[in-house]
Structure formats: C-alpha cells, structure tokens
C-alpha cells in the first residue's frame, strides 16, 4: 500500500522531513501499525512514535485515534498538539 | 461564514462593519482579536512564527464554525488567522459573530475561540533571546474546550 506521509512543527523538524511517500509493507494496515513501522527507523524515529510524546494524527484531514485503519493514497500526517489562536 | 487563512494583517473594523451592515435582523456583533505578546514564560519574544497545515486547518474551522451554528441562532461568522512570521503587537486572529441578540453571539464566539485553540492545526513557534522554541500545549486550552461538552449552552 502506498501512502503520503506529512510532518509538522517540532515532529518535523526531529524526523528531517516534512513530506514522504512510504510504499508499506502488507501488514502495516493501521496508524498504529505505521507507527512500529516508522520507530524501526532508528532513535530520533523511537522517541516520537514509541508513547512518550504525545503525537496527533489525521487522515485525509481529519483527526484520527491509532486504531484507524489506513488504505491506499491516504494522506496521514503527524503534528504536535496544537497551538494557534 | 467566512474563514481566511492569510499572511496578511486585517482590518476588524472594516470586516465588523461589513457584518453588521449584511442584515437588519443583526442586533448584536461580538468579536475576540488576539495578538502576539512581547513577554512569554519571562523571556522577550522578538518574532512568533505560525505553521498550518494547509486543507486541513480549513476544513477544521469549517467543522468548528458549523458546529457553533448548530448551537446557536447566528446570522453570520467570520474567523481569520494569519500565519507566517510575526512580530510582538500583530494581530493574530480575529472572531466575530453576528446574531439577533447578544447571548447567542457572546457565546458562539467564545466556543469558536475555544475549540479552535485545541483542534484547529496551527503551531507557534517563538524566537527570543535564549534561541526559538515551540510553545507548548496548555491544559488550561483543552480544560476551555471540555466544559462546552458538560454544559447544555
């Protein structure tokens, strides 16, 4: 499955990217799955997606729990708790 | 229901005026402007640069706006948010609310205000003195947000 992958504010500056394109693996099918997937990465990768940081994430717009499921083309993106206003 | 996401600064008057104006069954109009401050966490902040995620952020407002007018009786809203780089003293955001009366429209702004602090997808980052560092989450902004679902407004 194919999928884009976008970063913001502090996550993106950790991770060194603000967009990718990531081809997953046939069982890395939930956000939660993509995000084992990504701690494998390394440390940096480890820090952020391993529960001791609280990451949002938002599919196709919209805010998401880690349960959700991802399908092909989706646009997952993952931001800190926000701080506008 | 207006929603502007630009760099560039606004003009309250002129988009109050211009709500106002729009319909005689307006009998009250409630705005919130924020602005960037000079002093946060003791430390002088010399720019305040915001970071959206384009589609999203407006589809979030959109959420939140609607959501307010199935709440409440609203002629009309508006909400504008500049983001870039900014500077201590300009303006940051602007609410307004237009309603017959004035209860609908106190309440329909300070519930936009509310929810768009905790869910609308922007991030400040602040330069100062001591280096740039992203401002953090407050849990007094989602304590804000959580009393508007315990209360029947």
């Known amino acids: 499955m194919n999928i884009k ?22 069982d890395v099918d939930t956000v939660v799955a993509l995000k084992e997937f990504l701690v494998k990465r390394g440390e940096v990768w480890a820090d952020l997606f391993s529960g001791k940081q609280v990451v949002r994430v938002a599919i196709n717009y919209e ?10 083309g989706d646009e997952v993106a993952f931001f800190p708790p926000v701080t506008g206003g | 229901m207006t929603i502007r996401v630009q760099t560039e600064d606004f003009d309250a008057g002129v988009e109050l005026a211009a709500m106002r104006v729009a319909s005689a ?6 705005n919130f402007i924020g602005q960037v401050r000079d002093i946060n966490g003791g430390d002088m902040v010399s720019t305040l640069t915001l970071e959206h995620y384009p ?18 009786d ?8 500049r983001v870039g ?11 307004a609310v237009a309603s017959a009366h004035r209860g609908e429209a106190f309440k329909a702004c300070e519930f936009i205000m509310d929810y768009l602090k905790v869910q609308a997808p922007f991030w400040k980052k602040e330069s100062t003195l001591v280096g740039e560092r992203w401002v953090e989450a ?16």
Do not use: C
């Open chain 1, 5 to 26: 992958v976008l970063y913001f504010a502090r996550i993106k500056e950790s991770v060194n990217y603000s967009t990718e394109d990531i081809a997953l693996p046939i």
């Open chain 1, 63 to 72: 805010l998401v729990d880690d349960i959700m499921a991802l399908n092909e």
């Open chain 2, 25 to 30: 069954s307006v009998g009250a109009v409630v």
């Open chain 2, 55 to 72: 589609g999203m952020t407006e589809r979030s407002l959109e959420a939140i706006e609607a959501e307010a007018r199935a709440r409440w």
């Open chain 2, 74 to 81: 609203i002629v009309s809203s508006l909400i504008i948010h």
């Open chain 2, 85 to 95: 780089a900014l500077q201590p003293l300009d303006q940051i955001v602007l609410v």
């Open chain 2, 138 to 153: 407050k849990t007094r902004d989602n304590d804000a947000q959580v009393r508007w679902k315990s209360k029947n407004n």
